[in-house]
């Protein structure tokens, strides 16, 4: 945990530490847009629950600053701030009974970016990764089929404490990567697809010895589309 977290750490503050060491090419570009996308997202249980992948949508804004051309890759800090709806879907097989959870969150990724490509025209591949913070700011229960007393005592190791249990910590933090494929235009922006992992090191229930859970993370893959057009382009 502590070789990760110093990695992190080194790409964010890698980018302005090359602009003033001048090793490579400096840049100083700005671009703002917006992106949207699909989440699949499960909460990882301990004790666990049976669930398959719950999809839902996400999407905000961008801002990316591009610090310099390091040799053939291009160096960035890129910051999102995110609406994303995640939650969990339990598969229920010993009942009718179905039940899934909605968790409204608020993302914002902060995260060191390497590109390899064409700079102004044409493809280029690139790389993310960084922390992410979060915060829930709302969550609701649907239910279905009897949940009757007899259903419930027929749970897989007896786990029904996450029923009508509100979210103990709202804020959500964690390490999120990913790749992409960015298109870049003269006139027209950038155009990017992208697909992440998202990693919660944080739990939503608390995690004592006394409570139910003692792990409850999110985990979420992301695809994503993303435009943004240039507010400040250095000139070559």
């Known amino acids: 945990m502590k070789r990760r977290t110093a990695f992190i750490l080194s790409c ?4 302005p530490a090359m602009l003033q060491a001048q090793v490579g090419d400096a ?9 949207a996308g699909a989440t699949l997202n499960t909460v990882s249980f301990t004790p666990s629950i049976k669930q398959t992948m719950k999809p839902e949508f996400t999407g905000g804004i961008t801002l990316r600053y ?25 598969v229920i097989e010993t009942s009718s009974d179905t039940y899934s959870r909605d968790m409204h969150y608020i993302q914002v990724p902060i995260l060191a970016r390497m ?13 993310v990764a960084g922390p ?13 089929g009897a949940f009757s007393e007899e259903t419930l005592n027929k749970r ?15 804020f959500d933090y964690g390490i999120t990567a990913g790749l992409g494929l960015e298109v870049n235009t003269r ?23 006394r409570d139910p859970f003692s792990r ?8 994503k589309i993303t435009y943004l057009f240039d507010i400040l382009k250095t000139k070559k």
């Open 12 to 15: 964010l503050l890698g980018c």
């Open 27 to 35: 840049r100083r570009d700005l671009a703002i847009g917006f992106n």
């Open 66 to 90: 591009t610090c310099e051309k390091y040799f053939k890759s291009l160096c960035a800090i890129q910051m999102e701030v995110n609406y994303a709806n995640l939650g969990w879907e339990e």
């Open 115 to 127: 590109g390899w490509g064409y700079e102004e025209k044409g493809a280029m591949f690139y790389v």
């Open 132 to 144: 992410q913070l979060g915060y829930c700011i709302a969550d609701k229960e649907h239910r279905g």
């Open 156 to 170: 897989p190791n007896k786990v029904t404490q996450q029923y009508g249990k509100a979210i103990d910590r709202p």
């Open 187 to 209: 006139k027209a922006g950038h155009f990017m697809l992208e697909g992440r992992y998202y990693f919660a090191l944080s739990d939503i229930y608390n995690n004592g010895k």
């Open 216 to 223: 409850s993370a999110n985990g979420t893959i992301v695809a």
